[in-house]
C-alpha cells in the first residue's frame, strides 16, 4: 500500500486515482501525518500544496516530516512535497518566474523513475519557487524554466519532481506506474 500525504493541493485526489491503478492507496491529510507510522507503507508521496515555502516558515512541516532523514523506502515529493524533501536535507528555496503551464523536461540520466520514457517528454507546472539540489543527492532532469526539476537521493529511492504528474495525461500515470515498480522491488529486496 501506498500513502499519500495531502498539503492542501487540489490536485491531490488524482495522486491517489493514478496510483489506484496499480496498488492500494491511503489517502491522508497533512494535519493527520502524525498518526501515521511511514514504515507501514510500501511508499510515500507527498502532493504539491498552495504555499509558498520562500515566504512561509517552513518549520512546522519540516518538523512533521524530520523522519524522512531516516527514511529508506521509495518516496516522491511532488512540487512542495519536492521542496520539502529538498529543505529536509539542507537545500534552499527560492522565488523564481511563474510558471503555468507545459514544459519540457530533459533527464539528465537514466533512473527507473523515467523507465519507458524519452529522453525528453512534457509535463504540466505549476509553481513560483524552486528548491537548490541538497548535498548526496543526483540531479536527474531540468527544463527552460526551472533547474531542479528532478533530483534522487544518492543512497536511498527518495525522489522529488517540481512539476505535477497527477495532472500531465499518460506520461503521468507512466511515472505513477515506474514509482509503483520501484516500491514493489524495493519490498522484494
Known sequence: MILVVDFGSAKAPFISEFIDEYMDVTFVKFSELETINPDDYLGIVFSGAPILLSETDPAPYLEKTVWLKQYKKPFLG?????????????????RQKEDRDWQT???????????????????????????????????????????????????????G?????????????????????????????
Do not use: W
Open 161 to 189: 519532481v517540481q512539476f505535477h504528474p497527477e495532472v500531465s495525461g499518460n506520461l503521468g500515470s507512466l511515472l505513477f506506474n515506474n514509482f509503483v515498480n520501484i516500491c514493489e522491488r524495493f519490498e522484494q529486496e
Open 105 to 159: 523536461i530533459e533527464i539528465l540520466q537514466e533512473d527507473p523513475l523515467f523507465d519507458k520514457f524519452p529522453r525528453e517528454f512534457e509535463m504540466m507546472e505549476d509553481h513560483c519557487e524552486t528548491v537548490s539540489i541538497p548535498p548526496n543527492f543526483i540531479h536527474l532532469g531540468v527544463s527552460d524554466a526551472c533547474i531542479n526539476e528532478v533530483m534522487k537521493h544518492k543512497e536511498k529511492p527518495l525522489y
Open 78 to 94: 511532488i512540487c512542495f512535497g519536492h521542496q520539502i524533501l529538498g529543505l529536509t536535507f539542507g537545500a534552499t528555496v527560492s
